[in-house]
């Protein structure tokens, strides 16, 4: 995990990275975002307009800004933050970095979210907004055809979030998104409509604005509603909706409607009660146990050190014999194949069974439950990189290659045929910097490949057509260089089926 803490003059004086400027922007999809592929023009900022904020428009590709939470204060926690803007521009600070900024301090890793917007024609994009307004019923037509692809980005990061869980040092099962305005309408669509990926475990729309009639899912996450009796947009009713609507399904709510404060307050200043309202939400935070100071890592170390029940419905569901059945094993880069390629899973037998974050001695331990128990035909093992991390401590290259040759003695006893994989290249660790692993990398694979033709074993080589001159993934295929994005999954993908239909047939 980076270390955002920096001391100076013996520990007297500490400084904070989250409250700085550079951030690290995370791209929510892999190419074009789904449903928008020909849009093609330039993000934009403005920062003099009529509405005196920072603004962000023409947003075509989403994009999530990563604020790591306050190291000494972490609770596992995390909230999307999706900013207002009438979907043609977003308010970039007041409802978005400013509200990331107070949630990190208190231990809560956030991410301000650009969602898709409507094209803006001028680089004025508030002054556009403006005008549009003044014809409601032609504004919001402009509006509908891009609010379900916002919606469809809100629950997006929501995935995205959980999936990388572990590299944030995130909870998975604190995760919640909170939304202003036309961020609101995001948040409130990622709260009625989601799947078990992408449900939020918490959601706090303000000043939303709300479409239609409410619809309460059986298994409404918790909902903190705001918003000022003199919103100037009339847009206190719906919040008002909102409640109600939690209320009478008999799901957990809480809403504080402020007498003045208007539209857009944010974290904006007005010498009014508004002004405390991220407070009271620090409050509901702390009422649901969001905002206690643990150590996730070492929490879920303690309680489940090799996350043994990270399967445990799903390995359920499949436990009768499958004698096509091929069980891929690993760690996020093997985990995140089904969320950035899903479609190299449809229609095969692969069952994926990564897990982000670990190591071999933690795949190891559940080797049993999440192979040996579900009688595959075959078991795919790509394993190493996050040892070579220290993710769970120093290792050594040989004690990587005992656990490797471990998983695949109790495999082989099982009658299961083992397919050995190489280490994707990696040049350096964004999270655990200055490890030099690219010639670690190496020599693993080197080990890997000379066992896998002692034993007659098949062997995936990833590595040789992925790597660069710096012994470091190709930037065509990674996004933060070290797990692949889509194109260098399906490289990878058109690798293992080469080499499984040589090896089973």
């Not at 900013?83 to 990190?104: C, H, M, R, Y």
């Not at 939304?179 to 989601?194: I, K």
């Not at 939690?246 to 504080?256: D, I, M, N, P, S």
């Amino acid at each position: 995990m980076k270390k955002f803490i920096f001391s100076l003059l013996g520990g007297w004086c500490i400084l904070w990275a989250a409250a700085g400027n550079a951030q690290e922007v995370l791209s929510l999809y892999p190419g074009s975002a789904p449903g928008s592929e020909d849009w093609n023009w330039e993000e934009g900022v403005s920062e003099k307009n009529l509405f005196q904020t920072k603004v962000v428009y023409n947003v075509t590709k989403p994009t999530l800004t990563v604020y790591q939470a306050n190291p000494d204060r972490a609770t596992g926690a995390a909230v999307i933050v999706c900013p207002g803007g009438g979907f043609q521009t977003l308010s970039i600070d007041s409802e978005g970095n400013d509200v990331a900024k107070w949630l990190a301090w208190r231990g809560v890793t956030a991410f301000v979210l650009k969602y898709r917007l409507v094209h803006s024609k001028t680089d004025d994009p508030v002054l556009e907004l403006i005008q549009k307004m003044q014809d409601p019923e032609k504004f919001k037509a402009e509006n509908m055809d891009v609010i379900p692809l916002a919606i469809a980005d809100g629950q997006e990061a929501i995935r995205y979030v959980r999936a990388h869980a572990a590299e944030y040092a995130i909870d998975p099962d604190k995760i919640g998104i909170m939304g202003f305005s036309a961020g609101g309408t995001v948040t409130m669509g990622a709260a009625t409509q989601f799947d078990k990926a992408s449900r939020p475990d918490f959601a706090a729309p303000v000043y939303a604005a709300v479409l239609d009639t409410v619809r309460v899912p059986s298994d409404a996450p918790p909902m903190f509603v705001v918003a000022a009796t003199d919103d100037n947009l009339g847009l206190a009713p719906a919040s008002v909706h909102i409640y109600e609507a939690w209320r009478q399904a008999g799901k957990l709510v809480e809403l504080h409607m402020y007498e003045k404060g208007g539209h857009g307050f944010g974290m904006r200043k007005q010498s009014l009660p508004t002004d405390r309202w991220i407070d009271r939400f620090g409050d509901w935070l702390q009422l649901h146990k969001y905002l206690d100071v643990v150590d996730p890592g070492a929490q879920r170390m303690q309680q489940d050190w090799a996350f043994l029940h990270r399967y445990d419905k799903d390995n359920a569901m499949l436990t009768a014999k499958n004698p096509a059945r091929i069980v891929l094993m690993g760690n996020s880069i093997t985990e995140g194949w089904s969320h950035l390629d899903p479609g190299f899973f449809s229609g095969k037998p692969y069952v994926n069974r990564g897990i982000s974050g670990q190591t071999t001695p933690q795949m190891l331990v559940r080797f049993r439950q999440d192979v040996l128990d579900l009688h595959p035909r075959a078991v795919v093992i790509l394993a190493g990189i996050n040892d070579i991390a220290e993710n769970t401590g120093p290792m050594t290259l040989e004690q990587t290659f005992g656990n490797i040759k471990s998983m695949t003695a109790l495999a082989q006893a099982a009658g299961i045929q083992v397919v050995l994989c190489s280490v994707l290249p990696a040049f350096d660790f964004p999270w655990h910097p200055g490890l030099n692993p690219s010639t670690k990398v190496v020599e693993l694979n080197k080990m890997i490949k000379a066992f896998a033709d002692e034993e007659d074993l098949p062997y995936v080589d990833y590595f040789t057509p992925m790597v660069d001159q710096r012994l470091g993934l190709l930037e065509e295929y990674t996004y933060d260089g070290v797990h692949p994005n889509q194109k260098g999954y399906e490289v990878m993908g058109k690798i293992l089926d080469q080499v499984l239909t040589k090896a089973l047939k």
